[in-house]
């Protein structure tokens, strides 16, 4: 799912992303020790040393900036 994101957000120019998306990228994000809560306006509260609240696109970012580190690219 990652190299597809990857690919629309470059290729596409698309930063859009599906819910099942958003959810994959919190329940990888949950594996690397990132809690993450769902808020009513549709941001994610990211727990953790660096709290902050980010939307759909930056979460799945995140989770993708972390895939990517851990493949050694």
Do not use: K, N
Not at 28 to 53: C, K, M, N
């Amino acid at each position: 799912m990652a190299d597809t994101i990857l690919y629309r957000w470059s290729a596409e120019r698309d930063t859009w992303v599906s819910a099942s998306e958003v959810e994959e990228a919190r329940a990888y994000l949950a594996r690397q020790g990132i809690a993450t809560s769902a808020l009513p306006d549709g941001r994610f509260a990211l727990a953790g040393e660096a709290a902050r609240v980010v939307g759909g696109e930056r979460l799945v970012l995140l989770g993708l900036r972390r895939l990517r580190g851990t493949r050694g690219a």
